[in-house]
């Protein structure tokens, strides 16, 4: 009959052996001690765990240091071992033997740690304090202590990680390897397209990772990342864009003198060979990007974007346009050749915000069943009538109506339809402007 203790095997005889110490009770206690050592002998090889090398030999590597803060928060402060690519989210919890209390002096210690690559986080969710040191390499080496630096322990930050054109989904999460630092996603943080991590060591952190249950798969968000104390560090959509251009908007006396805040607004964006190298961006603008300074994705339409001539024109929608003043700004991002076309009128006009119908009217002129398009959800094209000049205009090109037969059907499709009163928007550059005239710019009926 056999049994295994440990990495040692025994097999234990069931004839003369057992009859020779029955019989010959002069030899008991010399075989006694004898099988007594190689029990010993076989515990000590078979236990082999943290603290011993792969040959057998002891080693006891000690880790010590000291944690310091200006408000007194490194005593009580929970100190962790945790390996270089450990995941907070799927891995086991952290064995007692990696994780000690700091004393009245701010004083760790671990004893017997495997050799390795470990991080090294401090909290002390008393003093709401906490902090990382990364990058400890523990020697494979006999009866050793090393010694960290002082440590200062910081009021953490955030990562406000963006989710546009990301393909994250709900119940996944996102963490820092080596740390304690994850989050899930939630239904609301898609529909936001953010996601705030928080109570995140401040320092700089060389991975974002991000993750699903039921795969074994991770996918890298960035690299790279410096976290702030108490401050949230933008992780942005568009950080692998190559170009980003910051949009200044003067709406101050110097400006274009607005006195109050308007809410989901058009703005048009122009640019120009002067302002703007075309050969950076697609040919068609598809990689055009614009986003707030906290990283929220701004809805645009492209209406012109004649890369040839250097000439563009984008529709931005704000959702505050701040009245006198002069600092605010946004982000347009550009250079990223795989990146697919964005641009949608019917986001940036909005029916909820009012928008019963919005005609650019920069099509070739022509006489085409809906021809010109509206560009809102209610779809309504119009059809033009005689049709047959397209003019330059203010913004991206126009339509010519000579006066006499010249006009575009809107059908019963378009948003107007059914309104009691409305308020009509146009750019128009008359040979002949009078009161008449000006009647004839829209109308409702057959006649």
Request: charged residues 20%; proline residues 3%; glycine residues 10%.
């Amino acid at each position: 009959m056999s049994f295994e203790s440990g990495n040692m095997n025994y097999r234990k005889s069931e004839g003369p052996l057992f009859k020779f110490i029955i019989h010959n009770s002069s030899f008991v206690i010399l075989l006694i001690i004898l099988l007594m050592g190689l029990w010993l002998l076989g515990c000590s090889a078979g236990n082999e765990t943290a603290g011993t090398s792969s040959g057998g030999q002891v080693i006891n590597v000690s880790v010590k240091g000291i944690v310091q803060s200006d408000s007194g928060g490194g005593s009580n402060a929970v100190v962790m071992l945790y390996p270089k690519t450990y995941n907070p989210y799927l891995d086991p919890k952290t064995p007692d033997s990696l994780v000690d209390t700091t004393d009245e002096e701010g004083v760790y210690m671990f004893r017997n740690v495997d050799a390795g690559n470990y991080n090294l986080e401090v909290v002390n969710d008393a003093a709401g304090l906490k902090s990382l040191k990364q990058g400890i390499l523990i020697p494979d080496a006999e009866d050793s202590v090393l010694v960290i630096e002082k440590l200062d322990i910081k009021k953490p930050g955030a990562i406000r990680l963006s989710l546009a054109e990301t393909e994250l989904i709900e119940n996944g999460f996102v963490y820092i390897p080596g740390t304690s630092v994850y989050k899930k996603l939630s239904s609301q943080d898609i529909k936001k397209g953010h996601l705030l991590v928080d109570d995140v060591p401040a320092g700089s952190f060389s991975e974002l990772v991000y993750g699903e249950n039921d795969s074994s798969l991770y996918n890298l968000l960035t690299t790279d990342v410096s976290v702030v104390p108490e401050m949230n560090t933008l992780v942005s959509a568009y950080r692998y864009w190559g170009y980003t251009k910051k949009i200044i908007i003067n709406t101050a006396a110097g400006g274009a003198d607005i006195t109050q805040n308007l809410i989901d607004f058009p703005l048009l964006v122009r640019l120009d060979s002067i302002n703007f190298d075309f050969s950076e961006a697609q040919e068609k603008g598809n990689d055009i990007r614009f986003a707030k300074p906290d990283g929220t994705i701004l809805s645009y339409e492209i209406e012109r974007w004649d890369a040839i001539n250097g000439m563009a024109e984008i529709w931005v929608k704000l959702d505050t346009l701040f009245g006198g003043n002069d600092t605010q700004y946004f982000t347009m991002h550009w250079g990223l050749q795989d990146a697919v076309d964005l641009s949608e009128g019917k986001a940036v006009f909005d029916t909820v915000n009012g928008f019963a119908g919005i005609w650019h009217l920069n099509e070739d002129a022509n006489t085409n069943n809906a021809g010109y398009k509206d560009v809102t959800v209610y779809g309504g094209h119009g059809t033009g009538v005689s049709m047959d000049q397209k003019e330059s205009a203010v913004v991206a090109g126009g339509q010519g109506f000579d006066g006499v037969d010249d006009y575009i059907d809107l059908g019963s499709k378009a948003g107007l339809d059914g309104a009691g009163s409305f308020t009509v928007i146009f750019w128009c550059n008359p040979d002949s402007l009078n009161f008449i005239s000006m009647l004839g710019v829209l109308a409702r009926g057959s006649d």
